[in-house]
T-cell receptor, first 115, second 111 residues
Framework: EAGVTQSPTHLIKTRGQQATLRCSPI?????VYWYQQALGLGLQFLLW???????NRGNFPPRFSGRQFPNYSSELNVNALELEDSALYLC??????????????FGPGTRLTVL | GEDVEQSLFLSVREGDSSVINCTYT??????LYWYKQEPGAGLQLLTY?????DMKQDQRLTVLLNKKDKHLSLRIADTQTGDSAIYFC???????????FGKGTKLSVKP
């Protein structure tokens, strides 16, 4: 069974541009989570989607946004990129539910570099 | 303060046991997890424990939970060089869904 997949593996952008990162969850999972792993800042929660709805959001500015599609895949959009947005962006999926304590399985990540 | 705290580094010799410690602050946490991250890779789930359990064993891995002290530990028996990685402790709360991670413990295994 395929795990969580993410694309692209690497993404290089310049300041002010927009980045779009994609995630496909494990088959049968309805919840998708996005995390940022920046150097020195650890793993920080960005967004949680379940059944197409945003369920929770971390302490990030509105230029970080996303959506979940009917097939449960998800996109993370980062507008007006800043140098400090350079990080590994990890997507995870779980079985879902509005109050999800299901185990989260992670993808390999997208390395975003902002020049 | 931090929700989840871990020591940053641990160095052991191959064949020894490794013990990685973690403290958390929220007694309402429902599940506690251990993830492993190798260089340049995503997070691999190692094991988890429900908050009403004291111990869980899974092959070379033993998780101990002390709810009174909010202390979680991961013991790796017979540590191998392939166990060298960063280990993250994480907690989750049912209402929020997201994981809250410690900063990770870098385990170095010397031959």
């Amino acid at each position: 069974e395929a795990g969580v997949t993410q694309s692209p593996t690497h993404l290089i952008k310049t300041r002010g541009q927009q980045a779009t990162l994609r995630c496909s969850p494990i088959s049968g999972h309805t919840s998708v989570y996005w995390y940022q792993q920046a150097l020195g800042l650890g793993l920080q929660f960005l967004l949680w989607y379940d059944e197409g709805e945003e369920r929770n959001r971390g302490n990030f500015p509105p230029r970080f946004s996303g959506r979940q599609f009917p097939n449960y895949s998800s996109e993370l959009n980062v507008n007006a990129l800043e140098l400090e947005d350079s990080a590994l962006y990890l997507c995870a999926s779980s079985g879902g539910g509005q109050s999800s304590t299901d185990t989260q399985y992670f993808g390999p990540g997208t390395r975003l570099t902002v020049l | 303060g931090e929700d989840v705290e871990q020591s940053l580094f641990l160095s052991v010799r191959e064949g020894d046991s490794s013990v990685i410690n973690c403290t958390y602050t929220d007694s309402s946490s429902t599940y506690l997890y251990w993830y492993k991250q190798e260089p340049g890779a995503g997070l691999q789930l190692l094991t988890y424990i429900f908050s009403n359990m004291d111990m869980k064993q899974d092959q070379r891995l033993t998780v101990l939970l002390n709810k009174k002290d909010k202390h979680l530990s991961l013991r790796i028996a017979d540590t191998q060089t392939g166990d060298s990685a960063i280990y993250f402790c994480a907690e989750t709360k049912a209402s929020q869904g997201n994981l809250i991670f410690g900063k990770g413990t870098k385990l170095s295994v010397k031959p």
